[in-house]
């Protein structure tokens, strides 16, 4: 549930040149720029709700405020029980965030590395592991490409990667950003 979450972000400007490097230091004046404005919804389970807009609409901030990466500015939120701003172990073992421009894999690695790595970071018992990284690598055909560096895969394949990555805790919930990437 998301109560009137609003995020602002605080800016200045600078003017370019020696001139404009004085004034900056000097006599600045703060701008902001309203990136989410008094959004509130509320989703059930099971429900799949996808965000639609334009660049700048503000869809990554609130996926942001939502996974406790950022602060909102005003509002609340509530995902799983937990308040995302408070960032809790407890809570970021109950979501994957996958963000088309960010990858979670190790560029040189290849993904099975990562994946090890998840399995530690989330204490994925060993069944479950193998368990997930089969059912998965099948699903997303990618079997072929687990010793593969990540480098050496292709914008898709990497893309695939990043999800399966991303599902071997079995997340309640799932956040997508720019999930169409590759």
Known sequence: TINNLSKTYTYKEKDEGLKGS?????????????????????????????????????????????TGIIKPTSGSASVLGFDPAESKNAYKKQFAVVMGQKSQLWWDLPAADTFRLNQAIYEIPDESFHKNVDWLTELFNVRQYMSVPVRQLSLGERMKMELIASLLHDPKVLFLDEPTIG
């Open 22 to 66: 004085l004034k900056y230091l000097f006599k600045s004046e703060t701008k902001y720029r309203q990136a989410v404005e008094d959004f509130s919804f509320t989703i059930e389970k099971p429900d799949i709700v996808g965000l639609i807009g334009p660049n700048g609409a503000g869809k990554t901030t609130l996926i942001k405020m939502l």
